[in-house]
T-cell receptor, first 110, second 115 residues
Framework: GENVEQHPSTLSVQEGDSAVIKCTYS??????FPWYKQELGKGPQLIID?????GEKKDQRIAVTLNKTAKHFSLHITETQPEDSAVYFC?????????FGSGTRLQVQP | DTGVSQNPRHKITKRGQNVTFRCDPI?????LYWYRQTLGQGPEFLTY????????KSRLLSDRFSAERPKGSFSTLEIQRTEQGDSAMYLC?????????????FGNGTRLTVT
């Protein structure tokens, strides 16, 4: 089955700096790669996703890149704000349900 | 769109007891998923339904676990003879599967503590 590895496990940045989270996947059949943000006591919330026929996607301060050859994808957050502090999960899907990474705890210091 | 609703939010039970959780998906969504999340980990897939049909079950779903989605609307997840290792957050998600890999919308989960 699919295996998704995510790093770093924790990331601390100053407000206004950029943050990058990286994931690798194992199943070459995976073709859908969403990113979720999870705040304390809440379920994961989709923030951006990318499909395998696209190399990069942007939504305001958030961007995701995908390298299918290397089987890795990354989340980039620019101009970070304190409200970006949360746990971020990457996920990959070949045909069925999503397989999630283990999460990155992002702390944005004011 | 009221989102995915899960009840109860918290459940504390003694080892050996049975528990049942309920999930109400977004009304027009035809797919419903159950995931389990332990502290410091990402969600792990348990099972999913397309309408009322249960299409896939993870090997994590032991014989003590059963899920139903009668009439393709709400779903229930029952755990029989609970064990301390069952303590986790149980997440429900739904999607409108009009093409492969439609986005999943999660509820806020039911946190189970087995004492």
């Amino acid at each position: 089955g699919e295996n998704v590895e995510q790093h770093p496990s924790t990331l601390s940045v100053q407000e206004g700096d950029s943050a990058v989270i990286k994931c690798t996947y194992s199943d070459s059949a995976s073709n859908y790669f969403p990113w979720y943000k999870q705040e304390l006591g809440k379920g994961p919330q989709l923030i951006i996703d990318i499909r395998s026929n696209v190399g990069e996607k942007k939504d305001q301060r958030i961007a995701v890149t995908l390298n299918k050859t290397a089987k890795h994808f990354s989340l980039h957050i620019t101009e970070t704000q304190p409200e970006d502090s949360a746990v971020y999960f990457c996920a990959a899907s070949p045909m069925r349900a999503l397989t999630f990474g283990s999460g990155t705890r992002l702390q944005v210091q004011p | 769109d009221t989102g995915v609703s899960q009840n109860p939010r918290h459940k504390i039970t003694k080892r050996g007891q049975n528990v049942t959780f309920r999930c109400d998906p977004i009304s027009e969504h035809n797919r419903l998923y159950w995931y389990r999340q332990t502290l410091g980990q990402g969600p792990e897939f348990l099972t999913y339904f397309q309408n009322e049909a249960q299409l896939e079950k993870s090997r994590l779903l032991s014989d003590r676990f059963s899920a139903e989605r009668p009439k393709g609307s709400f779903s229930t997840l029952e755990i029989q003879r609970t064990e301390q290792g069952d303590s986790a957050m149980y997440l429900c998600a739904s999607s409108l599967e009009y093409r492969r890999n439609s986005p999943l919308h999660f509820g806020n989960g039911t946190r189970l503590t087995v004492t």
